[in-house]
């Protein structure tokens, strides 16, 4: 509103009541500023850099050993089509191996940008105004009242919870070489579609958690929701939070499974129990007490 002589007593009122929203807002403002440099910011990898570089020169040392596996199965082959059809699957994996590791970093930034900007164009059709205080209407007020201070609590878990989401991105970029490493390798195959399925699972995670946020804030514009617009805010927020730790430890514990479902796993249990079986005490049934006292009972029984 532009002041002049005539409005200035609504100005002055204008004044004070954006002074007191900006008191009050006061506290939400830096969890909020932090909320949205959490969803918009692209991981940080670039201080991992040296970090990975180690980490490749050491899954490097197992190419050549892979190349040399490949080409002396090839050799022994002979005549069996069979043979030399995995030998070639071994070179082929082993050569995709060298390329996909050797470009991990660059691939994981380049999705770790593609995640970031895409959730901060769902980030920028909120409506900043929405996540403050207002005083629009009276049962909102009342309402902010009553739930401010639960409503920061809120806040702030969300905060932790997208922090710790983003620190996980940020160091995803060292267990990604691992993931593509095992997945060109049949046997650990799961392992690495594990770690790699992970890994884009919480790239991906803030943009769904936008899409909450945005349909919320859309919501407040429908019919008499924006009376209860605090309740609508605390929801949203916990929501995101509720289902960015319940969808994490399902994943988790689906991938699990499907690890120890697969032809490593089993391979394990399988070795596993040889050895136990192998370790056990090896007796004669003759030398056991047990043994004697039932021929005795059968005798006893046939008389």
């Known amino acids: 509103m532009e002041c002049t002589l005539l409005n200035l007593p609504a100005c002055i009122l ?12 006061a506290p939400v403002l830096p969890f909020l500023s932090a909320i949205k440099l959490l969803l918009n ?24 050993l892979f190349i040399l596996f490949a080409g002396f199965n090839l050799i022994i082959s002979g005549y069996n089509a069979e043979k030399r059809e995995r030998a070639k699957e071994w070179l082929q994996n082993t050569i995709l191996m060298i390329l996909f590791v050797q470009a991990s970093f660059l691939i994981y930034k380049l999705i770790a940008e593609l995640a970031a900007g895409i959730t901060a164009g769902v980030v920028s059709l909120i409506d900043p105004n929405f996540f403050l205080f207002t005083l629009d ?3 909102n007020i009342f309402l902010e ?6 409503y920061v609590l809120v806040l702030f878990i969300t905060v932790v ?4 989401n983003y620190l996980l991105a940020s160091i995803g970029v060292l267990f990604f070489p691992f993931g593509l490493f095992f997945y060109f390798i049949p046997p650990l195959r799961d392992i690495g579609r594990f770690i790699i399925s992970k890994l884009m699972f919480i790239l991906f995670l803030p943009f769904f958690a936008s899409l909450i946020l945005l349909g919320t804030s859309q919501l407040v514009n429908v019919g008499s929701f ?3 617009k605090i309740i609508l805010m605390i929801g949203a927020f916990a929501l995101v939070n509720v289902l960015m730790i319940l969808l994490a430890v399902l994943a988790i514990f689906r991938s699990i499974t499907g690890v120890m479902r697969s032809d490593f796993a089993r391979g ?10 192998g370790s056990a005490p090896k007796t004669e049934p003759w ?10 009972k059968d005798y006893y029984e046939r008389r």
């Open 145 to 150: 009242i009553a739930l401010g201070l639960f």
């Open 137 to 139: 209407n009276l049962t």
């Open 287 to 296: 030398k056991s007490r047990e043994y004697w006292s039932n021929v005795r």
């Open 161 to 164: 919870v997208f922090a710790v």
């Open 14 to 25: 204008e004044a004070i009541g954006e002074f007191i929203l900006s008191i009050i807002n």
């Open 268 to 277: 394990a249990m399988f070795l596993k129990g040889h050895f136990d079986v």
């Open 41 to 64: 910011q692209p991981a940080n990898v670039q201080v991992f850099s040296s970090l990975w570089a180690v980490l490749i020169y050491v899954i490097s040392i197992f190419y050549g």
């Open 226 to 228: 924006s009376a209860i």
